[in-house]
């Protein structure tokens, strides 16, 4: 055998091995500045304006109506609340052109009616029902069951301990203190899914609210050992009201609780839901002004201008609180991409492209979840979001979604490999589902 042959191939692995690690560090590149990045704001959004009425906040269940008939919309009173709704809605569960092998993603879409605002389905490869762990995506769930479970009005000066309630909820989706939210989200979610109880948080998706059919899907969980606990043990709603809220001192407290690998649990852990239960959840909270037959019992006004703003908080990683400051740029970036496919090649930011489109009249508010899961030999991201866009000269535009991605291998570079496939899932779903409402 000639010599070079052993050299030629010693070559070719130093080659391999030096592409791996350049790829292994773009991939953490993308999870980090990308994925994990700080959010971008609105233009002239005033966050130094705490109160409900501020002219920058902006609330969803904005009022469509239409003088002609849109088929292509469903009311609420028109496929009802009561069960099989999934069946009566407007639906078209293959309607983004993406493979279930790059990932899963529902949309629901608000458009105009003569009998006020409906609702569109929009999926792709019929992934709507398929089970998936949601991650830290599932937060602010404990955070609005806890709420809701209370049933008190909350403000800017609502604390629970001696921290800002605005504080908390801004910490669960920036991940970064904030105020004297210490930042460990995986802790203040505990507590909040401590406080709710995981039996009334599961029938939530079951017969107490959303009755999906999946009996599948439910809210068994934690986010970790340790639970967040407020010194002292009250929530004090405001200078005249104080409310002794009881709590699990530890999730394993709940006789609801489920081990993550408990024996009805499966791959998928112990709070498995869909994309199409994720998003109904989030779109029910987010219309709570609007749509009266789909509210949350016990979850008010004020809880939601606390979720989505996080009313009375400090400055975490962006001066903004609640959904409002949750981290990624995923999502900002496609929508830009779809409203101005040329607005990367001419070095413009996804800002500010949606400040043109909107004058400054958008709101993204996000919460990610993502690990590495040992269980399923696999990395994963999640996005719920809900998204307000108000065009200078077109209607307004505003949909409620929820993504998931998923690659081989259990590694923080797994997790930002999984999170370019959900960076060209949302690219193909924005793109079209912003140009197929503008065809119209």
């Given at each position: 055998?000639?010599?070079?042959?052993?050299?030629?191939?010693?070559?070719?692995?130093?080659?391999?091995?030096?592409?791996?690690?350049?790829?292994?560090?773009?991939?953490?590149?993308?999870?980090?500045?990308?994925?994990?990045?700080?959010?971008?704001?609105?233009?002239?959004?005033?966050?130094?304006?705490?109160?409900?009425?501020?002219?920058?906040?902006?609330?969803?269940?904005?009022?469509?109506?239409?003088?002609?008939?849109?088929?292509?919309?469903?009311?609420?009173?028109?496929?009802?609340?009561?069960?099989?709704?999934?069946?009566?809605?407007?639906?078209?569960?293959?309607?983004?052109?993406?493979?279930?092998?790059?990932?899963?993603?529902?949309?629901?879409?608000?458009?105009?009616?003569?009998?006020?605002?409906?609702?569109?389905?929009?999926?792709?490869?019929?992934?709507?029902?398929?089970?998936y762990?949601?991650?830290?995506?599932?937060?602010?769930?404990?955070?609005?069951?806890?709420?809701?479970?209370?049933?008190?009005?909350?403000?800017?000066?609502?604390?629970?301990?001696?921290?800002?309630?605005?504080?908390?909820?801004?910490?669960?989706?920036?991940?970064?203190?904030?105020?004297?939210?210490?930042?460990?989200?995986?802790?203040?979610?505990?507590?909040?899914?401590?406080?709710?109880?995981?039996?009334?948080l599961?029938?939530?998706?079951?017969?107490?609210?959303?009755?999906?059919?999946?009996?599948a899907?439910?809210?068994?969980?934690?986010?970790?050992?340790?639970?967040f606990?407020?010194?002292?043990?009250?929530?004090?709603?405001?200078?005249?009201?104080?409310?002794?809220?009881?709590?699990?001192?530890?999730?394993?407290?709940?006789?609801?609780?489920?081990?993550?690998?408990?024996?009805?649990?499966?791959?998928?852990?112990?709070?498995?839901?869909?994309?199409?239960?994720?998003?109904?959840?989030?779109?029910?909270?987010?219309?709570?002004?609007?749509?009266?037959?789909?509210?949350?019992?016990?979850?008010?006004?004020?809880?939601?201008?606390?979720?989505?703003?996080?009313?009375?908080?400090?400055?975490?990683?962006?001066?903004?609180?609640?959904?409002?400051a949750?981290?990624?740029?995923?999502?900002?970036?496609?929508l830009?991409?779809?409203?101005?496919?040329?607005?990367?090649?001419?070095?413009?930011?996804?800002?500010?492209?949606?400040?043109?489109?909107?004058?400054?009249?958008?709101?993204?508010?996000?919460?990610?979840?993502?690990?590495?899961?040992?269980?399923?030999?696999?990395?994963?991201?999640?996005?719920?979001?809900?998204?307000?866009?108000?065009?200078?000269?077109?209607?307004p535009?505003?949909?409620?979604l929820?993504?998931?991605?998923?690659?081989?291998?259990?590694?923080?570079?797994?997790?930002?490999?999984?999170?370019?496939?959900?960076?060209?899932?949302?690219?193909?779903?924005?793109?079209?589902?912003?140009?197929?409402?503008?065809?119209?």
């Amino acid at each position: 055998m000639p010599r070079t042959f052993p050299l030629l191939l010693l070559s070719v692995c130093v080659l391999f091995a030096f592409s791996v690690l350049a790829n292994e560090q773009s991939d953490l590149d993308f999870y980090h500045n990308v994925f994990s990045a700080p959010p971008v704001l609105p233009a002239g959004y005033d966050n130094d304006c705490r109160a409900s009425d501020c002219p920058g906040k902006i609330m969803p269940g904005i009022s469509m109506l239409s003088d002609k008939a849109n088929p292509e919309y469903v009311t609420v009173e028109q496929s009802g609340t009561g069960a099989g709704w999934e069946e009566r809605v407007a639906s078209n569960w293959t309607f983004f052109n993406i493979p279930a092998s790059l990932g899963k993603v529902l949309v629901i879409d608000y458009g105009p009616t003569p009998s006020g605002t409906g609702y569109r389905y929009l999926a792709n490869a019929n992934t709507q029902n398929t089970l998936y762990e949601p991650w830290s995506s599932s937060k602010i769930m404990a955070f609005a069951g806890a709420l809701a479970s209370v049933g008190a009005d909350v403000n800017a000066t609502s604390m629970v301990g001696d921290v800002m309630m605005g504080d908390l909820i801004t910490s669960i989706n920036s991940y970064a203190p904030a105020g004297k939210a210490d930042g460990n989200s995986n802790a203040i979610a505990t507590y909040f899914a401590n406080v709710a109880g995981r039996g009334y948080l599961t029938g939530l998706f079951h017969e107490k609210w959303l009755r999906m059919s999946n009996p599948a899907i439910r809210f068994r969980g934690a986010y970790g050992p340790v639970a967040f606990k407020p010194e002292p043990s009250v929530w004090q709603l405001d200078s005249g009201t104080q409310l002794n809220v009881s709590a699990f001192t530890e999730a394993g407290d709940d006789p609801f609780y489920q081990g993550y690998r408990c024996d009805e649990c499966g791959l998928t852990g112990n709070k498995p839901m869909t994309t199409l239960a994720q998003a109904e959840f989030l779109k029910r909270l987010v219309t709570h002004g609007s749509e009266p037959h789909t509210r949350l019992p016990g979850f008010r006004e004020s809880h939601l201008e606390m979720l989505l703003y996080g009313d009375g908080h400090s400055n975490s990683v962006v001066d903004a609180g609640g959904m409002q400051a949750g981290i990624g740029v995923l999502l900002a970036r496609a929508l830009a991409k779809a409203i101005a496919p040329g607005y990367l090649e001419s070095g413009e930011s996804a800002k500010s492209v949606l400040d043109k489109f909107t004058a400054g009249n958008w709101r993204i508010f996000q919460k990610i979840g993502a690990g590495p899961s040992e269980t399923r030999g696999q990395s994963e991201t999640v996005l719920l979001a809900h998204v307000v866009l108000l065009p200078e000269d077109e209607p307004p535009r505003e949909f409620t979604l929820a993504v998931q991605t998923e690659v081989a291998g259990d590694s923080e570079a797994g997790v930002g490999r999984a999170g370019k496939k959900m960076q060209q899932v949302l690219d193909i779903s924005m793109a079209q589902l912003l140009s197929a409402k503008s065809s119209e």
